[in-house]
C-alpha cells in the first residue's frame, strides 16, 4: 500500500494531493455528516473546545474565549485538543479528555480543517445531540472552497470581526447563523523594560508577526520600506524591531527578511522566544506599533498594543477596522491588489497594499512627536474598553448562548 502511495504522489501530485485534502472531510461524512440533525436544542453543560494547551494564536484565541464566558458567569467545560491535532501541549489549560456524549453546547475554537480532523479522530458519540457552534478565523474576503463541508457540522458560526462573518456570511446555507464575537482583550498596564532589550532612548517601533502567517500578509518588507522613507524626515532617533516567530517553519521568508534588512544599524531583528510576560514587557517598551498587514481576521498585536496605551500605525482594511478609527490610530491608506503568497496559504481574491509613502510621513510626525503618541495611547485603551473588554465580549457570548448560559457553576479546566 505505501509502494502505491508513494507511486501515485510521484507520478500524479495534482491528484494525490486533491483526494488527501478530501480524505479527511469523506471520512468525517462516513461517520457522522450523512445522519447529523441540524439545530438541536442550546442547552446546557458548555464545552469550549480548541488548543487550550498550544502557543498559537488560535490557542490565545481560546484562552481569551473561556476567560469571557468566566467573566460572564457561565459553566464551561475546556477541551484541549491540542495533542489531538499533532501540536505540543506546552501549558496546563484545558482538560485533554472529550465531552460526555448526549445534549449540550460544543463552541469549537478552530477552523473547519481541525473541526473536520477532530470528527474524524474522536468519531459521532463526541458531536452527536450537540448545538455546534464553530469559531472560524479567515483573512480574505472569500473563505475557501475546501472550507464548505465544515458547514455541515455547525449550527451558528461565531467569526472574529465584521470583515470575516462578511466572507462567512456570502458562503454559509440559510440555516446556519453567522455572529460576530471578537477576541476579548482585557487593558494592560506592564511596567516597560527597556534595558531587558537592550533599548536606548531613541523611539522604538515594534512590527511582530508569525511567519506561519506568511510573510506576504504580515507585509514587513512595507514596514521596512514605510520606517526608511520615515528615518529620511524624522528629526528624532528611531529604531526598528522586528519580533517574530515561526522562522523555523519558513526559512526562505526568514531569509527574504534578513536579505531586506542588511547591516541596517537602526534595524533589529529578534527572533528568540519570549515568555507570555517577556512579551508584553516588549510591547510595554515599544512606542509605536506598526502593521502593514495585507489583511487581518482580527488583528491581536494591534488590540494588544493599543490595550497597552500604544500608538497604533495600521492598514486602514480588513478586521483591524471593528475597534479602529481616526481618532484611535493611525489609519494608512491602500489600494487593493491581487492576492499572491509564494508561501502558498492564501490564493485569490484582493487584499491591501498600504501606501508605504504615506505611511512613512505618518510614521515620521510619530516618532517626533511623543505627546501626539500618548493622545492615540489614550484614545486606544478607551476604544478597546468599549469594542473589546473581557466584559463586553462576555455579555455578547452570554447573549448568543441563551438558555444554555442560563446554568452557572463551576467550569473544569485541570
Not at 480524505?23 to 468525517?28: F, G, H, K, Q, S
Not at 481569551?64 to 460572564?72: I, K, P, V
Not at 477552523?111 to 472560524?136: M, Q
Request: glycine letters at 8%; proline letters at 7%; charged letters at 25%.
Amino acid at each position: 500500500m505505501k509502494y502505491l502511495r508513494d507511486l501515485a504522489w510521484r507520478h500524479a501530485p495534482a491528484f494525490s494531493q486533491a483526494i488527501s485534502t478530501r480524505l479527511p472531510a469523506l471520512r468525517a461524512y462516513r461517520l457522522y455528516g450523512w445522519r447529523r440533525r441540524a439545530r438541536p436544542p442550546r442547552v446546557a453543560p458548555i464545552t469550549i473546545a480548541g488548543f487550550h494547551g498550544a502557543v498559537l494564536g488560535l490557542g490565545e484565541a481560546v484562552r481569551s474565549a473561556t476567560l469571557a464566558l468566566h467573566e460572564a458567569g457561565v459553566a464551561a467545560r475546556a477541551w484541549d485538543i491540542s495533542e489531538l491535532m499533532g501540536h505540543a501541549r506546552r501549558l496546563p489549560a484545558g482538560d485533554t479528555n472529550p465531552p460526555a456524549p448526549g445534549p449540550g453546547v460544543l463552541i469549537a475554537q478552530m477552523n473547519p480543517p481541525e473541526l473536520i480532523r477532530l470528527i474524524g479522530t474522536t468519531g459521532s458519540a463526541t458531536f452527536e445531540d450537540k448545538y455546534v457552534i464553530g469559531c472560524w478565523a479567515w483573512e480574505l474576503s472569500e473563505i475557501p472552497a475546501l472550507w464548505k463541508p465544515a458547514f455541515r457540522y455547525v449550527d451558528e458560526v461565531w467569526a472574529l470581526s465584521e470583515f470575516t462573518a462578511d466572507a462567512i456570511r456570502r458562503a454559509a446555507p440559510r440555516r446556519v447563523k453567522v455572529r460576530v464575537m471578537p477576541i476579548a482583550v482585557p487593558l494592560n498596564d506592564m511596567a516597560p523594560a527597556r534595558d531587558r532589550f537592550g533599548f536606548g532612548d531613541e523611539t522604538i517601533v515594534l512590527c511582530a508577526f508569525d511567519f506561519r502567517s506568511t510573510i506576504a500578509r504580515k507585509n514587513p518588507l512595507a514596514a521596512l520600506d514605510a520606517f526608511r522613507r520615515a528615518k529620511a524626515r524624522a528629526r528624532r532617533p528611531a529604531t526598528l524591531v522586528f519580533k517574530t516567530v515561526g522562522g523555523d517553519d519558513a526559512p526562505e521568508a526568514l531569509r527574504q527578511l534578513r536579505d531586506a534588512i542588511g547591516d541596517a544599524a537602526d534595524v533589529r531583528l529578534m527572533t528568540e522566544a519570549l515568555s507570555a510576560i517577556e512579551r508584553d514587557q516588549l510591547l510595554a517598551s515599544s512606542d509605536v506599533l506598526l502593521s502593514l498587514h495585507r489583511s487581518e481576521g482580527f488583528g491581536l498585536l494591534p488590540a494588544e498594543a493599543m490595550a497597552a496605551g500604544k500608538a497604533v500605525a495600521a492598514t486602514a482594511w480588513s478586521g483591524n477596522l471593528d475597534f479602529m478609527d481616526d481618532a484611535s490610530a493611525v489609519l494608512i491608506p491602500y489600494d487593493l491588489r491581487a492576492v499572491e503568497d509564494r508561501q502558498g496559504i492564501y490564493s485569490g481574491g484582493l487584499w491591501a497594499e498600504a501606501d508605504t509613502e504615506a505611511a512613512g510621513q505618518a510614521l515620521a510626525e510619530l516618532i517626533d512627536d511623543p505627546e501626539r503618541r500618548a493622545r492615540l495611547g489614550v484614545e486606544a485603551r478607551a476604544m478597546i474598553q468599549r469594542r473589546l473588554a473581557p466584559s463586553v465580549v462576555a455579555a455578547r457570548m452570554r447573549d448568543a448562548l441563551g438558555p444554555a448560559a442560563a446554568s452557572k457553576g463551576p467550569s473544569r479546566e485541570d
